[in-house]
């Protein structure tokens, strides 16, 4: 369970912001708003699947609500803690931009279209 909690530590570290890139500015909010206020069919999506249940909050994929906030995250937002599936995405033939989402709900981050992967069962092929 340590090993789990430094690593969930590590890659909050790991990932800088600066990367996500700013997309579009996100609307004014009150500082101490929650993300839970504007996008709670979001927000329980993602705190049901395993990244909610880890803790992974949604400024580690979006950004804050400043200039460093991201609508769709790209790549460098899951580089952190998957850097071996991002470095599979990137080699990946036949799409232009490389995003996760391609294949996976945005939030729940579940397969689209079902269990099985034939792009991850073949090894990213």
Known sequence: MNRLLVLIG???L???QAVLGAEKNH???PENQECIECH???EKTWFNGKHGLMNVKCIVCHGAMDKSFTASPGLA???GCH???VA???KAKGKKEKSCFSCHDNHAL???GGPASPYHAKGGK
């Open 10 to 12: 590590l890659c909050l």
């Open 14 to 16: 790991i990932q800088p």
């Open 27 to 29: 609307p004014a909010t």
């Open 40 to 42: 709670a069919d979001q």
């Open 77 to 79: 937002a899951c580089r």
């Open 83 to 85: 850097a071996d599936e």
């Open 88 to 90: 599979q995405a990137m």
């Open 110 to 112: 579940t397969l689209k």
